[in-house]
């Protein structure tokens, strides 16, 4: 069956360190997987897109990988702040190359001051 | 700053009670989707619109839901009749018709069904 995992227990993490956070997915082929980060009681909020074809993709303290052969993204903040607690969700073109995205049920950050 | 609007943020009904929820997506976007969350269930796509017309609505219970977009500066999400089990968070969002683009989403309908 296709399945998007994304850790369900909270991370918690000191203020200042890196905070990685994994997207594993079985049984799709995305073409696209974007990031997105949701505070309580809003909707998400894009943060980063990267391409079946590019490895690595950064943006100001971001930075967002993908590999299609271990079926995984992994994104990481650098000097994480308390600011930065939030839930984070993956999501990949469900049919690969549509507007058809599914997301992952996201990961709780929490950044310890 | 271009946003997607929904109304209401909150509504709590009785069960067998129609519902129904607006989206006003942002200007010029012209892909319309509609997704709900739960705890248990995450985020899930019930429908998307391209240009007001239905591409996929395999994600929605048939019987009871129904999406439409009047026009392009209005999509509705209709539940009849409501049931407990459809409470949720219900977000709509909008985006381009490229699948790189990224989704904007408003910031949801709380759905109370007692």
């Known amino acids: 069956s296709q399945k998007i995992e994304q850790n369900s227990e909270a991370l918690n993490i000191q203020e200042g360190k890196t905070a990685t956070l994994t997207c594993n997915y079985t049984?799709?082929?995305?073409?696209?997987l974007q990031w997105y980060r949701q505070d309580p009681g809003r909707g998400p909020v894009f943060l980063l897109l990267?391409?079946?074809?590019?490895k690595e993709k950064r943006k100001e303290r971001l930075k967002v990988t993908f590999d299609t052969t271990l079926k995984q993204s992994l994104f990481h903040i650098t000097a994480s702040q308390p600011a930065d607690s939030a839930t984070y969700l993956c999501?990949?073109?469900?049919?690969?190359?549509?507007?058809?995205?599914?997301f992952g049920t996201g990961t709780r950050l929490k950044v310890l001051a | 700053d271009a946003r997607v609007t929904q109304t209401p943020r909150h509504k709590v009904t009785e069960m067998g009670q129609e519902v129904t929820m607006r989206c006003q997506p942002i200007?010029?976007?012209?892909?319309v989707f509609w997704y709900r969350q739960t705890m248990m269930q995450g985020l899930e796509l019930l429908a998307y619109f391209r240009n007001r017309a239905p591409l996929d609505d395999s994600g929605m219970p048939k019987d009871r839901f129904s999406a439409e977009m009047p026009d392009a500066t209005l999509a509705t999400l209709k539940i009849q009749p409501s049931e407990p089990r459809d409470s949720a968070v219900y977000f709509c969002?909008?985006?381009?018709?490229?699948?790189?683009?990224?989704?904007?989403f408003g910031n949801g309908t709380r759905l109370t069904v007692t």
């Open positions: 990267i391409r079946e074809n590019e």
């Open positions: 200007l010029g976007h012209n892909t």
């Open positions: 049984n799709y082929s995305p073409a696209y």
């Open positions: 999501a990949l073109d469900g049919t690969s190359g549509t507007y058809k995205y599914i």
């Open positions: 969002a909008s985006g381009l018709r490229e699948a790189n683009s990224p989704l904007h």
